[in-house]
């Protein structure tokens, strides 16, 4: 499968166009996993010259959340995460997230993710997330500029 680039929605602080200060990431799918590379600025900073924590977590959620939804084709919410941070992220330098689910069971779906840059693993990640309703994925659906990646038309 090729790459197909995943919709932004609305004003989400990891994925929004429309949100002035989020992080805007484009996010991708394979057929397997999303995946996203990123170039944090200052204003994510926490010590100098190095990202916020709390930023690089928002990361790794939004990398998870959009793999259930390419892959499952369910509207989550984020139960628990667990992150793992092994060096520090630093601003203005490029990183590459990737995200996979790693089981099913019922509602609950985990989900894994990795952050790699120059030095190596920054950051891993694990995430628990439960799936609502059908009518919620549906409403997610219409609620996006672009739902083509999502839904199957003339068939």
Known sequence: MKRVKLPGYKSCFGCGDRN????????????HKVYSEFVLGDLY???????HGGIVAT???????WCIA?????CTVTAEIKVRFRKPVSVRSRYRAEAL?????????????R???????????EGLFVALSQEEWERFLEQLEDDSVFVERGR
């Open 20 to 31: 002035p200060i989020g992080l805007r990431l484009e996010r991708f799918w394979d057929g």
């Open 45 to 51: 900073q926490g010590f100098d010259g190095v990202a």
């Open 59 to 65: 990361i790794a959620d939004e990398l998870m959340w």
């Open 70 to 74: 390419a892959k499952e084709r369910k």
């Open 101 to 113: 689910v790693d089981w099913v069971k019922g509602r609950k779906i985990k989900t894994l993710c």
């Open 115 to 125: 952050i790699e840059g120059k030095e190596g693993v920054v950051a891993e990640a």
